[in-house]
């Protein structure tokens, strides 16, 4: 990797925190409606991830998906636009913090019922089987959504017909409140991958560099033609599973001890200690972000209301 390449992993990271830290401000002002699902603590993850990714390759995702939009290219403004119903929003203003996309950039959107969005991975995948495309689709998921019927129909499928997609479930301790040992027969999610004969892995998710290897080494396992892989990312995240969470299903001591792990923090530190970049280098990269969240606040609370009439348009796909 060039510096600009390991600079930019870090720039991605601070963005997506500071436009949460954000998106909780402007929750609490009663600004975003609905449910507010934050990324903080999560957010080597999708960097990571995404990063390995080549252009023709999908991404699908769950309901935490302001993280993984930034990361698919969508910009602060649209974001914290689309969080506040705005019509300058990624999904003009009517998708809000749950339901992001962009096709253009293949950013397949987030989805608010929890496994849902799996089978229509599989159909992405089966769409670039059936065109012989280049393209892997990228799903990710929740510990939580391995419990549920769509995911083992659609994980079944995709090694039935040798689909090319990356199944990631982001494993971070909790489905919802219920811890992972109270919900699942098994501890490590990768284990349920077994049972289709789908390859599988394991990384720590709170290092950006080990997600973007573990992805890249998958990718092209999977671009060879030899079907679906199945990877488990070991993450947690810092808050609750929405705003409105009040917490009392963990303790305080194991928040901090995840805290001390921050995946920004890990990051920071290895690049100063290997040379990649100064002290100064990251803090230009912190104030630079701090200046556009600050600014897409501004675009956001600016911007127009959908109009009435809009209701009806973007129902159906004109071809």
């Not at 969508?74 to 962009?102: F, I, P, Q, R």
């Not at 799996?118 to 998921?141: Q, S």
Request: proline content about 3%; charged content about 25%.
């Amino acid at each position: 990797m060039e510096k600009q390449e390991y600079m930019d992993l870090y720039y991605q990271m601070v963005l997506i925190r500071l436009v949460e830290e954000e998106a909780a401000v402007l929750y609490q002002q009663g600004k975003v409606g609905g449910f507010l699902h934050l990324y903080i603590g999560q957010e080597a993850v999708s960097t990571g991830l995404i990063s390995a990714r080549k252009p023709q390759d999908r991404v699908i995702t769950a309901y935490r998906d302001h993280g993984v939009a930034l990361n698919c290219g969508l910009t602060a403004n649209e974001v914290v636009a689309e969080l506040l119903g705005k019509a300058t929003g990624c999904s003009k203003g009517k998708g809000g913090s749950m339901h992001m996309a962009d096709v253009s950039k293949n950013f397949w959107g987030g989805h608010a019922i929890v496994g849902a969005h799996l089978p229509i991975a599989a159909g992405l995948a089966l769409g670039d089987l059936y065109k012989k495309n280049d393209g892997v689709t990228i799903c990710m998921f929740g510990d939580g959504a391995t419990n549920i019927g769509y995911f083992h129909e659609a994980v079944n499928l995709s090694k039935v017909w040798n689909l090319p997609v990356l199944w990631v479930v982001e494993n971070n301790q909790y489905g919802m409140g219920t811890a992972i040992e109270r919900a699942s027969a098994v501890s490590e999610m990768r284990q349920k991958a077994e049972g289709y004969g789908i390859p599988n892995g394991r990384v720590d998710g709170m290092d950006v560099l080990a997600v973007r290897k573990a992805s890249e080494e998958a990718l092209e396992f999977i671009r060879s033609g030899k079907g679906p892989y199945f990877l488990e990312v070991i993450t947690y995240r810092f808050r609750g599973h929405s705003m409105g969470d009040p917490e009392r299903y963990r303790k305080q001591e194991e928040v901090k001890k995840w805290q001390e792990n921050d995946p920004i923090g890990i990051y920071r530190n290895y690049l100063i200690s290997n040379g990649i970049a100064t002290d100064g280098e990251l803090d230009a990269v912190d104030a630079r972000v701090e200046v556009e969240t600050k600014a897409a606040v501004q675009f956001a609370e600016a911007s127009p209301d959908p109009a009435p009439e809009a209701l009806w348009e973007n129902i159906y796909v004109e071809n």
